[in-house]
């Protein structure tokens, strides 16, 4: 069903060049199966980063990434030469703390984490609040 969304996109919209799908596999698979050769299909879920790239997709746009970019580069460089041992290995690791980062509305949980770490992001603006004292332990010890 969705690929006839990515069809009615392109030809209304005709300088799209790409897609960020949040939904299932099938429906990840569905739409690089269908999709031009030249049209970039990017995942918004940490979780399929790794199926994305494996079904044909370019990448994530990834929360994740902000605190554990070196392990997200290195999921791609790993498939890139061909080691998928490594890959989930890494994918396997970081799914609990991708979870993690969702226990609460986003981007919440990323700008506690941040802040945790000094990189002194900021709160969240209304109608997101910050998470509170219990929640924001919490996340931090996910995420050890």
Not at 117 to 136: A, K
């Amino acid at each position: 069903m969705i690929y006839f969304m990515l069809t009615l996109i392109q030809a209304v919209v005709m300088n799209r060049i790409g897609i960020k799908q949040c939904g299932s596999d099938e429906e990840l698979a569905a739409i690089v199966e269908k999709a031009p050769k030249d049209f970039l299909v990017y995942t918004g879920e940490d979780a399929q980063s790794l199926t994305t790239l494996v079904l044909g997709g370019q990448g994530t746009i990834s929360v994740a990434s902000h605190l554990f970019g070196n392990e997200m580069a290195t999921i791609r460089r790993a498939l890139n030469h061909g080691d998928i041992t490594q890959a989930g290995q890494i994918q396997r690791r970081l799914m609990p703390k991708m979870a993690a980062l969702f226990t609460q509305p986003s981007p919440a949980p990323v700008k506690a984490a941040l802040n945790a770490q000094h990189w002194l992001v900021g709160s969240t603006r209304l109608p997101i609040l910050p998470l509170t004292t219990n929640e924001q332990s919490q996340l931090l010890n996910s995420l050890k």
